[in-house]
């Protein structure tokens, strides 16, 4: 019996030691690459932190001459399915609202312009940020930590409010500023502080010069429409097939309920979300609300629903947005 005890203690023993390495090495590995691969979840969005450059700012962010930003150039953003939105503002007439009927298996609805980041958007972006004249230009922002992605989505929106509206920012990529949706973080450190689960928000504080003004006369020959308001302005958008009609909400609050039923309700929270921070302006504030009922729809179909329309003055222009 102690002869075979023995031989079983030497046998667990050999193993202990055969096996060793073995875990030690798997312990090694693990540990090392923890050490050169660490990743940071920022808003939900996944980065190699190794990967960091300090940018040198230049007379763009000479308030604040030591900004840090987070380079993502290395990564590859079209695994996931990021959309860009707008939060567009006239000064007097309010957000501007794109009216769907046609959507399949959802009732109809107001949709802020926006949609889906295409691959090519991603492209291109990274060719401007690789052209260091571009990434002087402005084209992207000092507060994000993340210039790849929020520099294709701001191409993505452009692109979408040009097929939606034909409103062309494609070249005046400046125009779209981030929505701040939350607080920046106290430590200083700058956040891609726009997103909202792989949504990406931007505001824009529209003019008159940026729709179609002229043509009243032959504008169903033209393809153009006027928004649906009672008391509609002589402001003109060329829509898509997509889009049945186009509103202008001078109340955010009253955005926010009609929105609900886009993008499964993220763009109004974005927009509530906007809203607390102070980043949308309600242009009927300084006016007394008088609020008659009205009936809106596209101009050439019986399409309606209730709806409420604050008149407003000369008084909110270029309060929209601090932008502006």
């Known amino acids: 019996m102690p002869t075979s005890a023995r031989r079983g ?7 202990v030691v055969f096996l060793g390495p073995f875990v030690l090495a798997t312990f090694y590995t693990i540990s090392i690459h923890r050490a050169t691969h660490p990743h940071v979840v920022d808003n ?3 980065y190699d932190k190794s990967s960091f450059t300090k940018i040198i700012t230049t007379q763009q962010h000479i308030k604040n001459p030591t900004i840090t930003v987070m380079s993502d150039l290395h990564l590859d953003y079209t695994t996931e399915d990021y959309r860009a939105f707008l939060f567009a503002q006239h000064p007097i007439h309010g957000l501007l609202l794109l009216y769907c009927s046609r959507k399949k298996n959802k009732s109809p609805h107001f949709q802020a312009p926006g949609g889906h980041v295409d691959k090519e958007d991603f492209d291109e972006a990274l060719i401007r940020l690789q052209d260091t004249t571009a990434s002087s230009s402005s084209t992207v922002d000092g507060d994000s930590s993340h210039p790849l992605l929020t520099l294709a989505c701001k191409i993505g929106a452009a692109r979408e409010l040009y097929e939606e509206t034909g409103i062309d920012l494609r070249n005046d990529l400046n125009r779209l500023q981030p929505v701040q949706l939350r607080k920046v973080k106290k430590d200083g450190s700058f956040t891609t502080s726009c997103v909202l689960k792989h949504r990406l928000f931007f505001k824009i504080c529209f003019t008159n010069a940026d729709f179609v003004t002229e043509g009243f006369d032959s504008m169903v020959a033209l393809g153009l429409s006027l928004s649906m308001n009672s008391e509609a302005p002589m402001l003109m958008l060329k829509l898509s097939e997509e889009h049945q009609g186009f509103l202008f909400e001078s109340d955010p609050r009253r955005a926010v309920d009609l929105l609900k039923q886009h993008s499964g309700g993220k763009v109004s929270a974005a927009l509530d979300m906007a809203m607390a921070q102070g980043e949308i302006k309600d242009v009927t504030a300084p ?16 399409e309606a629903k209730d709806h409420t329309e604050a008149k407003t003055g000369v008084d909110g222009v270029f309060d929209c947005f601090h932008c502006c």
């Open 287 to 302: 006016l007394e609300r008088n609020e008659p009922d009205i009936v809106i729809g596209h101009p050439m179909s019986n």
């Open 44 to 46: 939900g969005i996944k």
């Open 9 to 15: 203690h030497l046998t667990i023993k050999q193993f």
